[in-house]
């Protein structure tokens, strides 16, 4: 059956746009026993079925049941109280010196100074902290409280006085789906938190909550259709371990510098979550269970991406594509136009490149695509500084982007040179 007449089916069953999904809205159904009983799995097991996956050779074909088995043991080790007793954090933090001396010593190293950028600087004091042997060691413990950048767990402190905050938290339906998707504790660095219903929730779940709800609302599909996702910049995991908890079935890829993605492993892992660096694998097939790959931008495009996916793909940039140089702007734009949906957020401009004279010339490539943009939070989108955008492509045989009061969207919050002309006549 076509995914159009899905959709349309969908649409007719569901109780509200934005929808998530059957699947979406109950999480992972092995980890819902949760504190219910003995957990079969030892630590020592799993320790040692994740040292299996790791050192699997894609090459040879045994990468992908060294990783199933990886993803199963770590699923009944996720029924536990604790996730993270002396013997896990020792080998996730083994974990993480192995693989910074094997992935960093094989990529370019932010050593050239003078610094040219915020960024270079940022990966130069990660990778530092990543390669030497008493920092890997004591990296859990010591990355937020002495403040080593990028300082990923302070992002989402801004959403705190967000007016997308208090939007999210005026809709019952994400609030409950907030419920759903912690149940499963996060095991992250928490900087704020946000009290909900008599319950305490870290800034950064409810600002990738946000970014989820808008998604769902404004693209008025179904999530459930959603097979593949491509996150660019992927700050600490946290979108990627939101789809996980809500039950996400697809593969999900952060597509960011080898630095972060050694980062993203330690806290998605020490949360419970199967993530895989995309440089071990090789082109391993595709699992029926949930995988998130983290892949390397200085190697090329995922392997695992299945081209014959792409309108059931998803690209996210949640600032950090629009905050990329031009070249690494330019390398991935090929890969991701034909994608079903392109969900970006942006400021006006970022180092020198001005973000909507950008987006206006990028959007010739997206013929396909129905295209709105509009202002985050404020009355006027020419009074926006410093609450930047959103950028919404959904490609023309999946439906159109609604412009909702309930998203900040309307009239006078529509950019039109960045909006298809007969969605922006409002």
């Keep these: 059956m076509p995914w159009t007449c899905l959709l ?143 300082q990923v767990f302070h992002w989402g402190e801004g959403f705190l006085s967000h007016p997308a905050m208090a939007k999210l938290l005026e809709d019952e339906e994400y609030v409950d789906v907030l419920f759903r998707s912690s149940e499963l504790v996060s095991n992250a660095p928490t900087a704020q938190t946000v009290t909900v219903r008599g319950s305490d929730f870290r800034t950064e779940r409810l600002q990738a909550l946000s970014h989820l709800r808008i998604l769902a609302r404004a693209s008025g599909l179904n999530l459930d259709e959603i097979e593949q996702v491509v996150e660019f910049g992927g700050g600490s995991g946290e979108m990627a371990a939101l789809f996980f908890d809500l039950g996400f079935h697809g593969s999900y890829f952060i597509y960011d510098l080898p630095a972060m993605l050694l980062m993203q492993r330690f806290w998605l892992r020490r949360a419970g979550i199967p993530a895989m660096l995309g440089a071990k694998l090789g082109k391993m097939p595709r699992s029926s269970q949930a995988q998130i790959f983290l892949e390397s931008s200085k190697s090329g495009f995922p392997l695992r991406l299945r081209r014959a996916a792409k309108r059931h793909s998803a690209f996210f940039g949640f600032y950090s594509f629009t905050e990329a140089d031009g070249q690494s702007r330019a390398r991935l734009r090929p890969f991701i136009e034909d994608f079903g949906v392109i969900l970006l957020t942006f400021w006006q401009s970022f180092d020198y490149i001005n973000n909507l004279d950008y987006l206006e010339k990028w959007m010739t490539s997206l013929g396909r695509h129905h295209v709105l943009a509009w202002s985050v939070a404020s009355e006027n989108w020419l009074e926006n500084w410093p609450l930047g955008y959103y950028f919404l492509a959904v490609d023309q045989e999946l439906g159109s982007p609604k412009c909702l009061l309930e998203l900040n969207c309307g009239p006078s919050t529509v950019v039109p040179r960045l909006t298809s002309k007969w969605l922006w006549d409002l």
């Design 8 to 150: 349309l089916l969908a649409s007719l069953l569901r109780p509200s746009d934005g929808y998530l999904g059957r699947d979406w809205r109950h999480g992972h159904a092995r980890f819902r026993a949760r504190n219910a009983g003995s957990v079969e799995v030892s630590c020592a097991s799993l320790n040692a079925a994740e040292r299996h996956a790791d050192v699997a050779d894609g090459a040879t074909g045994n990468a992908a049941p060294a990783v199933q088995r990886f993803a199963e043991r770590l699923a009944q080790w996720r029924q536990n109280e604790e996730l993270t007793p002396p013997c896990r954090e020792e080998a996730l933090h083994e974990a993480l010196c192995r693989d910074s001396a094997w992935l960093l010593n094989h990529s370019r190293r932010w050593t050239k100074y003078p610094r040219e950028t915020m960024w270079e600087g940022w990966m130069a004091d990660l990778e530092s902290h990543e390669l030497n042997e008493s920092e890997c060691r004591s990296f859990g413990i010591d990355y937020k409280p002495k403040g080593w950048y990028p």
